[in-house]
DNA sequence: TCTGGGGTCCTAGGACCC
DNA sequence: TCTGGGGTCCTAGGACCC
């Protein structure tokens, strides 16, 4: 068994620089929702020293002094370059698991003398430059993890080994890992990487050559799993179905800071429809749902609040859903407290139609066909041609603040490129 | 002034059962 | 001095990922 794992090269501002000319060769960064925070940085931005979640509004001065572009972040359009890579991917793999918005792992063969099919990644490769135009590096071994460590080593030694690295090669790995850091392996973040320092694991060769037991004895089945499979031992259950969503949430950070019960009201309301929309999308119902709304986290005691409900029955429908998240914001709202974000997370999901009934509470019969009808005008009129009246209409300050944000290039037939 | 959003998995501990 | 033991289920919270 082997596996690959391909990930786009600076996902988001590699998407924007395809259709924008101007962005290439020139320092770019993308921004979080709200224009908060830099999210993906171009290879020029980074040389700038411009780190993952920088706060926008502390790098004023280095944004006006070297030109840096900046860009809202556009999920249409990475979406749909997804969609497209992860198509030409399947042409040279059967197995495709789309693991994020700019990686996929896929099954790839072993080569007669043990190795990795590594020219056959290279043409991987070459065919999504091709057919798509995105810049992707290839990682390549016989469990996920060890995959994933290569794709890490594939970004370090780009200029060195072309974008591919093959760790099916012991001695290779041995080499490799030994001057490795330990938190840069994929399940190892600060909290265990604190934890293993003071055992002496500093490097990847050390994680490698720990008992598995001592691992499980560290830190739980997770860690026992991650050195199983770093010693080629697969652990991940292979799945040839993609799982189902077992839960979903919309959140989001107001544009303007909201300070009273209405606007709260409503722009919960908002988000509760999309969750509703998210779920019926996936033909599935939930059981539970928690709304939440606080303040920032960087004033003084920020209101902070949350509640949760069992539904039942299961339900997708946006009624039943922004009613509940509605008066769970009233029960929350602390008149005088300044709000910077709400949201709400639908769980236990599960397909419409299996779950079991509620003996006293029955679904609304005509709900079905409603919702249908609904999300049919939406699609096709466009997002929102119905919502309920709970939501308000039209923008609000509230809304998220996308104030750089490029055309759906490739989704939306009046925003489409014009070549002259 | 201004600091993202959306997931999964695991464990500890409480409630409850016989 | 005496105190049962062993399950299941649920939730909150932590850790990780991109």
């Given at each position: 068994m082997s596996w690959g794992i391909v990930d786009v090269a600076n996902f988001y501002v590699s998407a924007e620089r395809l259709f924008d000319?101007?962005?290439?060769k020139v320092p770019v960064i993308v921004l979080s929702n709200n224009d908060g925070c830099a999210i993906a940085r171009s290879e020029e931005a980074k040389a700038l020293?411009?780190?993952?979640?920088?706060?926008v509004f502390k790098l004023r001065d280095t944004i006006r002094k070297h030109g840096i572009q900046l860009r809202s972040s556009n999920y249409e359009l990475y979406a749909d370059l997804n969609r497209r890579f992860n198509e030409v991917l399947g042409e040279f793999s059967d197995v495709v698991e789309v693991y994020s918005i700019d990686e996929s792992f896929y099954r790839a063969p072993v080569l007669a003398n043990g190795l990795g099919d590594v020219a056959g990644a290279h043409r991987v490769r070459e065919a999504i430059a091709r057919s798509v135009g995105l810049p992707t590096r290839i990682g390549l071994g016989p469990t996920r993890t060890l995959s994933k460590v290569a794709n890490a080593l594939a970004k370090a030694t780009e200029k060195v080994w072309g974008g591919v690295v093959d760790l099916h090669d012991t001695e290779l790995r041995a080499r490799l890992f030994a001057k490795w850091?330990?938190?840069?392996?994929?399940?190892?973040g600060r909290a265990l990487e604190a934890r293993l320092k003071p055992l002496g694991i500093t490097t990847t060769a050390d994680l490698a050559a720990m008992p598995p037991a001592v691992a499980r004895d560290v830190g739980t089945v997770v860690l026992e799993r991650l050195v199983r499979e770093l010693g080629g031992v697969e652990c991940d259950d292979f799945r040839p179905e993609p799982e189902a969503l077992k839960a979903t949430a919309v959140t989001r950070q107001f544009g303007e800071p909201v300070r009273d019960l209405d606007a709260l009201r409503e722009a919960m309301a908002r988000r509760a429809w999309r969750a509703a929309e998210k779920i019926r999308a996936q033909g599935l119902v939930a059981t539970r749902l928690i709304a939440f709304a606080h303040g920032s986290?960087?004033?003084?005691?920020p209101p902070n609040a949350s509640r949760s409900a069992r539904l039942s029955p299961a339900t997708n429908d946006p009624r039943v859903i922004v009613g509940i998240a509605g008066r769970m914001v009233e029960s929350m709202f602390e008149p005088g407290g300044v709000y910077t974000k709400c949201g709400i997370l639908l769980e236990d999901l599960s397909a419409e139609g299996a779950p079991q009934g509620d003996l006293f509470a029955s679904a609304d019969p005509k709900a079905p066909e409603l919702l249908a009808t609904i999300d049919g005008l939406n699609a096709r009129f466009g997002r929102d041609t119905i919502t309920l009246a709970?939501?308000?209409r039209g923008a609000r300050g509230f809304d998220t603040k996308r104030s750089q944000k490029s055309p759906s290039w490739t989704t939306n037939l009046a925003e489409i490129p014009i070549a002259r």
């Amino acid at each position: 068994m082997s596996w690959g794992i391909v990930d786009v090269a600076n996902f988001y501002v590699s998407a924007e620089r395809l259709f924008d000319p101007a962005l290439r060769k020139v320092p770019v960064i993308v921004l979080s929702n709200n224009d908060g925070c830099a999210i993906a940085r171009s290879e020029e931005a980074k040389a700038l020293h411009i780190k993952m979640g920088d706060p926008v509004f502390k790098l004023r001065d280095t944004i006006r002094k070297h030109g840096i572009q900046l860009r809202s972040s556009n999920y249409e359009l990475y979406a749909d370059l997804n969609r497209r890579f992860n198509e030409v991917l399947g042409e040279f793999s059967d197995v495709v698991e789309v693991y994020s918005i700019d990686e996929s792992f896929y099954r790839a063969p072993v080569l007669a003398n043990g190795l990795g099919d590594v020219a056959g990644a290279h043409r991987v490769r070459e065919a999504i430059a091709r057919s798509v135009g995105l810049p992707t590096r290839i990682g390549l071994g016989p469990t996920r993890t060890l995959s994933k460590v290569a794709n890490a080593l594939a970004k370090a030694t780009e200029k060195v080994w072309g974008g591919v690295v093959d760790l099916h090669d012991t001695e290779l790995r041995a080499r490799l890992f030994a001057k490795w850091p330990v938190g840069e392996v994929w399940g190892i973040g600060r909290a265990l990487e604190a934890r293993l320092k003071p055992l002496g694991i500093t490097t990847t060769a050390d994680l490698a050559a720990m008992p598995p037991a001592v691992a499980r004895d560290v830190g739980t089945v997770v860690l026992e799993r991650l050195v199983r499979e770093l010693g080629g031992v697969e652990c991940d259950d292979f799945r040839p179905e993609p799982e189902a969503l077992k839960a979903t949430a919309v959140t989001r950070q107001f544009g303007e800071p909201v300070r009273d019960l209405d606007a709260l009201r409503e722009a919960m309301a908002r988000r509760a429809w999309r969750a509703a929309e998210k779920i019926r999308a996936q033909g599935l119902v939930a059981t539970r749902l928690i709304a939440f709304a606080h303040g920032s986290r960087y004033r003084p005691n920020p209101p902070n609040a949350s509640r949760s409900a069992r539904l039942s029955p299961a339900t997708n429908d946006p009624r039943v859903i922004v009613g509940i998240a509605g008066r769970m914001v009233e029960s929350m709202f602390e008149p005088g407290g300044v709000y910077t974000k709400c949201g709400i997370l639908l769980e236990d999901l599960s397909a419409e139609g299996a779950p079991q009934g509620d003996l006293f509470a029955s679904a609304d019969p005509k709900a079905p066909e409603l919702l249908a009808t609904i999300d049919g005008l939406n699609a096709r009129f466009g997002r929102d041609t119905i919502t309920l009246a709970a939501q308000g209409r039209g923008a609000r300050g509230f809304d998220t603040k996308r104030s750089q944000k490029s055309p759906s290039w490739t989704t939306n037939l009046a925003e489409i490129p014009i070549a002259r």
